[in-house]
């Protein structure tokens, strides 16, 4: 039995909701006929990496606060991670296997969880790291934009130190953009997933190349949230639509859009600590455990395969019922195998580990 998923309820309830929520791809019927594909530089190729994972860890990385990582520590574990990853010895060198420096990069990190608390957030010390990277490789800093839905997701993340005047943080490289979308503002053509038009935001769209920064936390709704959804409720302009049946499959429905599987070149999961249960907001501490950890990939699939596997393993050694067992078991992980958006199959996901 897969980790996350439970095979009867996936075929019982599962095959329904995929029956009834298919897929669309292509613009609706009336759309506008400009395509929204991102394609490389010519001569540059991405680097995709099929059901590879990376979590480098160390222990001590967490700041006086309990909560949020050394910067020190943060550049540390993800240059090991990504040097893992890529094969390249520095951060520099393996970002430049994802992107070129002549492109326009999106940066999403996930603030929604320390919004109140500002105890759990995709964490400034990760995206700070992430940006001063790019502007190593050679990417304008005015190619950069750092972008959540709302001023307080970003607060939370401590991109920004002024709600109000979206000041950057001084650690974030000088030039970098910052925006806050509000769920609008989108300038592309409406595509329609499941029977419902919707579409991607503009700083988005806007790029030719998206980093994803994500968490490992437990979902009300959908059981885990972490790469996928990070990219498909947290970047279109109406997130709610798309909540029914567990959100499952249209996460994977909406990942399999040409305008996200073609942008998004990189997953990071900001796991220095997770939600094992009651998330996705940060509303009971006891809950929220540190993890210590960075973990990256280019399948956003086995990378939501690893970070829920890591909740489950929390709530049975807490004492909690599996999420099949409560009623949000992620069925969308499957689809999105079969979609073909990565590897699902926990036999065929290589996962390394590393002591940094």
């Known amino acids: 039995m897969h980790p996350c998923l439970n095979r009867r309820s996936f075929l019982v309830g599962g095959a329904a909701a995929v029956g009834t929520l298919a897929a669309s791809p292509l613009p609706a019927s009336g759309a506008g006929s400009k395509s929204?594909?991102?394609?490389?530089?010519?001569?540059?190729?991405?680097?995709?990496?099929?059901?590879?994972?990376v979590r480098a860890y160390r222990r001590g990385s967490l700041g006086d606060d309990g909560a949020t990582p050394r910067a020190d520590a943060a550049r540390a574990m993800l240059e090991a991670a990504l040097a893992e990853l890529t094969g390249k010895p520095t951060l520099k060198e393996a970002l430049g296997t994802l992107v070129s420096p002549t492109e326009r990069i999106a940066i999403k990190p996930n603030g929604i969880a320390g919004r109140k608390t500002m105890k759990m957030a995709s964490n400034v010390e990760v995206v700070a790291a992430l940006a001063h990277?790019?502007?190593?490789l050679g990417v304008p800093p005015d190619n950069i934009t750092i972008f959540e839905?709302?001023?307080?997701?970003?607060f939370a993340t401590r991109c920004i130190v002024d709600k109000n005047t979206m000041a950057p943080a001084p650690t974030l490289p000088a030039g970098v953009r910052l925006a806050v979308h509000l769920n609008k503002g989108a300038t592309m053509d409406a595509i329609v997933v499941g029977g419902v038009a919707t579409k991607y935001v503009t700083p988005f769209t806007d790029a030719t190349a998206v980093i994803n920064v994500g968490q490992v936390?437990?979902?009300s709704i959908c059981g885990y949230t972490g790469a996928m959804k990070n990219v498909t409720h947290g970047c279109n302009i109406n997130p709610h639509d798309f909540h029914a049946h567990t959100a499952s499959p249209q996460i994977a429905h909406l990942y399999a859009q040409e305008v996200v599987k073609s942008r998004v070149v990189l997953h990071v999961a900001?796991?220095?600590q997770v939600i094992y249960d009651d998330g996705p907001i940060d509303v009971n501490p006891k809950r929220r455990v540190p993890h210590e950890a960075l973990y990256a990939a280019t399948d956003p699939v086995a990378l939501d395969v690893i970070g829920c596997e890591v909740v489950e393993?929390?709530?049975?050694d807490n004492g909690l019922p599996t999420l099949a067992q409560v009623g949000r078991?992620?069925?969308?992980?499957?689809?999105?195998?079969?979609l073909g958006l990565g590897i699902f199959e926990r036999a065929a996901i290589a996962l390394r580990e590393l002591r940094v």
């Open 36 to 53: 929204w594909s991102a394609r490389p530089p010519a001569g540059f190729s991405r680097l995709a990496l099929p059901g590879k994972v």
């Open 133 to 136: 990277g790019l502007v190593e």
């Open 149 to 154: 839905q709302y001023r307080d997701f970003l």
């Open 217 to 219: 936390k437990d979902h």
């Open 270 to 272: 900001d796991a220095y």
């Open 313 to 316: 393993r929390l709530r049975k």
């Open 329 to 338: 078991e992620p069925s969308y992980l499957r689809t999105a195998g079969e």
